[in-house]
């Protein structure tokens, strides 16, 4: 496993708040690291790129789709979009350098998730 899968496996999953992580590189637009089971097709990449830097308004107001499942807006700024639906829900982390995506089911608390992954995302580790 290499260090960014440990990463996300250590940092996220190892709280038992996040169901599945991500981290893409910002430069190349591609998935670094990702933990098992877990892929994130292009289109969805290039949409949560291109709603931190164009379509921020959009996100709030209509929210997005994901690996397609409609998440509706909860909070959404330059640096994070937290998003939700019945099943369970999204959390979007930018960085200097990559993007740290992160999804929880029905049952896991949202809080933990995000406090899991903002925390990672202000770390050196991914900026």
């Known amino acids: 496993m ?3 899968q ?11 708040h996040v169901e599945s992580a991500a981290l893409v590189r910002l430069q190349g637009r591609t998935v670094c690291a990702s933990t ?16 931190f830097y164009k379509n921020l ?16 807006c909860v909070r959404a700024d330059e640096h994070s ?14 960085t200097n350098a ?6 929880y089911r029905a049952g896991m608390y949202p809080s933990v998730c995000v406090e ?6 202000k770390r050196n580790a991914v900026s």
């Open 2 to 4: 290499d260090e960014l």
């Open 6 to 16: 440990a990463l996300l496996q250590g940092g996220l999953l190892g709280t038992r």
């Open 36 to 51: 098992a089971g877990f892929r994130v097709p292009e289109e969805n990449v290039l949409n949560l790129i291109y709603a």
């Open 57 to 72: 308004v959009q996100v709030r107001r209509e929210g997005l789709y994901f690996k397609q499942k409609y998440y509706k």
């Open 81 to 94: 979009l937290y998003l939700h639906n019945p099943d369970g829900g999204l959390i979007v982390v930018k």
């Open 98 to 103: 990559f993007i740290l995506i992160a999804t």
């Open 116 to 121: 899991a992954v903002e925390k990672l995302g």
